[in-house]
């Protein structure tokens, strides 16, 4: 059954990680939330979503893609005009590219292994329907 999106509002959350059972992980995690959720492993692959249409309310993107950086991925979508409340998952301590990210827009990074609490707590704002932006905020 295809879900309406006159009828079913929920946010969508995009997760971006190369590591399928990191993905998965956080999935499942996010699931618990009453969102959508889209795994990709590419940031190429994400934005191909979106040039297909999709329209996410939050990314949450590992800090090493493997074909571009978070920074480089955060500069397209605001060349396109996007703006989309980014969380970053990092997992060796990469504070450089952390800083340079969060300068870039990402709200905030979380060090892997995250604690699932905190990880929920972090998103469950940036989708609430109350509370959320626009989807397409200008840039």
Same mark, same amino acid.
């Given at each position: 059954?295809? $879900?309406?999106?006159?009828?079913?509002?929920?946010?969508?959350?995009?997760? +971006?990680?190369?590591?399928?059972?990191?993905? $998965?992980?956080?999935?499942? +995690?996010?699931?618990?939330?009453?969102?959508? =959720? #889209?795994?990709?492993?590419?940031?190429?692959?994400?934005? #191909? #979503?979106?040039?297909? @249409?999709?329209?996410?309310?939050? +990314?949450?993107?590992?800090?090493?893609?493997?074909?571009?950086?978070? =920074?480089? +991925?955060?500069?397209?979508?605001?060349?396109?005009?996007?703006?989309?409340?980014?969380?970053?998952?990092? @997992?060796?301590?990469?504070?450089? $590219? #952390?800083?340079?990210?969060?300068?870039?827009?990402?709200?905030?990074?979380?060090?892997?292994?995250?604690?699932?609490?905190?990880?929920?707590?972090? =998103?469950?704002?940036?989708?609430?329907?109350?509370?959320?932006?626009?989807?397409?905020?200008?840039?």
């Amino acid at each position: 059954m295809c $879900s309406n999106p006159f009828i079913d509002s929920r946010p969508t959350v995009v997760v +971006l990680d190369a590591n399928i059972a990191v993905r $998965s992980g956080v999935e499942a +995690l996010l699931r618990t939330l009453p969102t959508h =959720v #889209a795994g990709f492993a590419s940031a190429g692959d994400f934005l #191909a #979503a979106v040039d297909r @249409g999709m329209q996410p309310d939050c +990314l949450v993107v590992d800090l090493s893609l493997p074909d571009l950086s978070v =920074v480089a +991925l955060l500069a397209e979508l605001k060349r396109r005009g996007r703006s989309i409340p980014t969380i970053l998952l990092s @997992g060796n301590s990469e504070v450089d $590219s #952390a800083v340079e990210a969060m300068r870039a827009g990402a709200i905030t990074c979380i060090e892997k292994p995250y604690i699932a609490r905190f990880l929920l707590e972090q =998103v469950a704002p940036l989708v609430d329907l109350g509370a959320a932006a626009p989807r397409d905020r200008p840039a």
